[in-house]
């Protein structure tokens, strides 16, 4: 299936990671913005076509509402690897995101978007209650989503006890259950673990809940009681990520 991939940061993160079949280069006609030769510099160098395009037909393929800042990018949809690469064994400790609900494509491209930012080793989604991996999602990502590998799962609780199987421990995030995420024992932080978040306002289904290993929370200092999903994602994988860069 084509995609019509409109703004310069997901045009640029496509063309450097290079993990979707690249069709078509379109840039807007007469613009002499530095990035656009960057754009044609990594066009060039994976053999892919670049061509002048107005305005308006840059418009009418970006789609209505989205702004292309003079660049679509035509191309192939973003491959999704059998969960079973995500959990062959690795050199050290990694970490993945499992989401339950998130469907508002917005959403899963900011937790894209951390996740990559944030050194996880890929986002295990599942194939209905999730937003497909289209040209919102990479807009929202700012094209970190080119870099993030990804499976999609048909029973995430059956997933997630695979990887368990594999060495991993599940983290559940909720807004009122568990241990404080900053107070976790170091112990219980060591290893390869998923992190697991639930959709806006639907959390985690009571079944997936069921396989989670350890319950954390984000402790709240102020007057609001959670946080936005994507903003939650950040808090748990950057703290995770800092304390797998603390001494032992």
Avoid at 75 to 86: D, Q, T, Y
């Amino acid at each position: 299936m084509r995609q019509e991939l409109a703004g310069l940061h997901c045009a640029r993160e496509a063309l450097r990671a290079r993990r979707r079949a690249l069709h078509r280069l379109r840039l807007r006609e007469g613009d002499p913005r530095p990035e656009f030769a960057e754009l044609e510099s990594l066009a060039a160098a994976a053999g892919v076509a670049v061509e002048p395009a107005s305005a308006e037909e840059l418009a009418r393929a970006a789609g209505s509402g989205v702004s292309h800042q003079g660049v679509v990018l035509e191309c192939g949809a973003l491959p999704e690897l059998p969960l079973a690469e995500l959990a062959g064994p690795g050199a050290a400790p990694r970490t993945l995101v499992a989401l339950d609900g998130v469907e508002d494509p917005q959403n899963l491209g900011a937790i894209a978007r951390v996740a990559e930012a944030a050194g996880a080793a890929g986002l295990v989604l599942t194939q209905r209650r999730s937003a497909p991996l289209g040209p919102a999602v990479a807009r929202a990502s700012a094209g970190a989503i080119e870099w993030l590998p990804v499976s999609r799962v048909v029973n995430l609780a059956r997933a997630l006890r695979e990887l368990q199987a594999a060495g991993f421990w599940v983290f559940g995030a909720e807004p009122e259950a568990g241990e404080d995420l900053f107070a976790l024992d170091a112990r219980v932080v060591r290893g390869s673990r998923v992190v697991l978040l639930g959709g806006e306002g639907s959390g985690l289904r009571e079944g997936v809940g069921r396989v989670v290993d350890h319950w954390v929370k984000i402790p709240m200092g102020g007057r609001v009681a959670s946080l936005n999903v994507s903003t939650a994602a950040a808090v748990v994988l950057f703290e995770l990520a800092r304390r797998d860069r603390a001494p032992a």
